[in-house]
């Protein structure tokens, strides 16, 4: 064989080797969401485009975000990386899958996320105490389950009782209005939606986001004396501590639309409450019920004195 013949035959292997190698590597991807859940090194990201993408961790990943106004960026740790948070990635896989090469955030959008997790996780402890008390009186008697249920709802009112004090206290207005938003818990509904989701699902699609941003809105017209309320549900398909996770991914991912997207200030969302498979609307033995208890209720809640009033 010519030394021409040799140096053709090395440079086809080498481009077959290289072939080979981007084969393995996979195609490079990059994209930007929404973390809604976390496992270990495993993160769910719902993208701008309202589809759901794993994105995996790794000791070489670089999770980072920028300083000051240049080029300049600073490494952190993998602790930041928690649901709620706005984040760019880029690595390799597919559409479904991307081992992360680089992980890019902004420090306001990680204070944003930490704030929805301070909302959230006091709500989600006392749902699990209530839960446990729940799945203990599972078998008990009607009336045994009905005065279980009437102890949880009355908690659940002097927490929001709480909610809307605190909020009243840090009103700057003229007396007389500081009189009428002294009783904060004397709300009238002037708007609701309801998410439906299909099994095991908690992000919120397309339609559903529509039809939120509309009664955000909605919100947003009244100058002072509203909050929105956002409960989540679940069905009695699966463990009922499996649901109470779900219904908290569920309010999670509403309320991160709300304050991210839909420009709700956060004092002015209350009760992001995981209810599990409390408070069902329809019999769970049937399809067409367990579809109506999947859920999230989102009510825009206005001060009767505002309304009075003609604010």
């Not at 992980?103 to 749902?127: E, H």
Request: aromatic share 4%.
């Amino acid at each position: 064989m010519t030394s021409r013949k040799i140096g053709i035959s090395v440079s086809l292997l080498a481009m077959c080797l290289l072939c080979l190698g981007s084969a393995f590597a996979g195609d490079k991807i990059k994209g930007k969401g929404v973390i809604t859940l976390r496992s270990g090194n495993t993160l769910t990201v719902e993208t701008d485009e309202d589809a759901s993408i794993t994105v995996t961790v790794t000791s070489d990943t670089k999770i980072q975000h920028p300083v000051g106004l240049g080029a300049r960026k600073k490494q952190v740790g993998q602790e930041v990386l928690i649901p709620g948070l706005k984040l760019k990635y880029e690595g390799t896989g597919d559409e479904a899958n991307v081992a992360a090469d680089t992980i890019t955030f902004d420090r306001d959008d990680l204070s944003l996320a930490k704030v929805i997790q301070a909302g959230l996780n006091p709500t989600a402890q006392q749902q699990s105490r209530n839960m446990q008390t729940y799945q203990a009186n599972k078998q008990a008697t009607d009336a045994e389950i009905a005065a279980n249920k009437a102890a949880n709802d009355a908690a659940i009112a002097a927490a929001q009782n709480d909610i809307t004090a605190n909020a009243s206290s840090i009103e700057e207005v003229a007396k007389a209005t500081q009189k009428r938003f002294s009783e904060l818990g004397d709300f009238i509904v002037k708007g609701e939606y309801t998410v439906y989701y299909d099994t095991g699902v908690y992000a919120v699609s397309g339609p559903d986001r529509n039809a939120l941003s509309d009664l955000a809105k909605k919100a947003l017209a009244y100058p002072k004396g509203y909050v929105i309320q956002v409960a989540a549900f679940a069905d009695t398909v699966g463990t009922a501590s499996s649901n109470q996770v779900l219904s908290r991914q569920r309010a999670q991912a509403v309320v991160a639309y709300l304050l991210q997207e839909c420009n709700i200030p956060v004092g002015r969302i209350v009760m992001p409450g995981a209810m599990g498979e409390t408070n069902p609307v329809a019999s769970n033995e049937t399809s067409s019920g367990r579809g109506e208890n999947r859920r999230t209720e989102v009510k825009l809640l206005v001060n009767k004195g505002i309304v009075n009033s003609g604010s």
